[in-house]
């Protein structure tokens, strides 16, 4: 049973380009999370999706920052412009909510180099 | 508020002695507390999990209490060994759709 996927594993760009961060959930589940991991903040949450829809963006530190959730097997987080500031380690989670559990499952995550 | 207060920040222990960790919120809606390690480079998993109509529940050497009128819960690993050093984070589910909120997280070092 396939986990939370993300791609790229690593990704190094140049201050200015556009980064794409992609996310294909466990088949099954309906609720999809963006983290952002940094040493000084610690996790933070971006914004999460149930059923596609984005529920709570309140995360999303600018407007640099959006998601999309096309359909239910796949997310992007996308920062344009980038900045040395987002530089970091992002974690794509889902979830089956409805269910007898709440748990979250975390993808490996992708490191991010602006440089 | 939303957050969750997790103490220690940094926790360094000899391999066989225990190891606590505690959590506090403040919404009394809080249902679901599940605790994650997170090993150098890995992801976040989760190692147990609590819900708010039990006080306690443990996992061979782990176990994970929970006070919700103090609105605490702590983690405890006994006879720790070196593979248990990580960050521990813990969290709270609210009443919105799941939303993860996670606490700071503890070093955990445990010495051979």
């Known amino acids: 049973d396939a986990g939370v996927i993300q791609s790229p594993r690593h990704e190094v760009t140049e201050m200015g380009q556009e980064v794409t961060l992609r996310c294909k959930p466990i088949s099954g589940h309906n609720s999809l999370f963006w983290y952002r991991q940094t040493m000084m903040r610690g996790l933070e949450l971006l914004i999460y999706f149930n059923n596609n829809v984005p529920i709570d963006d309140s995360g999303m530190p600018e407007d640099r920052f959006s998601a999309k959730m096309p359909n239910a097997s796949f997310s992007t987080l996308k920062i344009q412009p980038s900045e040395p500031r987002d530089s970091a380690v992002y974690f794509c989670?889902?979830?089956?909510?409805?269910?007898?559990?709440?748990?979250?499952?975390f993808g490996p995550g992708t490191r991010l180099t602006v440089l | 508020g939303e957050n969750v207060e997790q103490h220690p920040s940094t926790l360094s222990v000899q391999e066989g002695d225990s190891a606590v960790i505690k959590c506090t919120y403040s919404?009394?809606?809080?249902?679901?507390f599940p605790w994650y390690k997170q090993e150098l480079g890995k992801r976040p998993q989760l190692i147990i999990d609590i819900r708010s109509n039990v006080g306690e529940k443990k996992d061979q050497r782990i176990a994970v209490t929970l006070n919700k009128t103090a609105k605490h819960f702590s983690l405890h690993i006994t006879e720790t060994q070196p593979e248990d050093s990580a960050v521990y984070f813990c969290?709270?589910?609210?009443?919105?759709?799941?939303?993860?909120?996670f606490g700071r997280g503890t070093q955990l070092t445990v010495w051979p």
């Open positions: 989670a889902s979830r089956h909510s409805g269910g007898n559990t709440d748990t979250q499952y």
């Open positions: 969290a709270r589910v609210g009443s919105t759709l799941g939303r993860l909120y």
């Open positions: 919404d009394s809606a809080s249902n679901y």
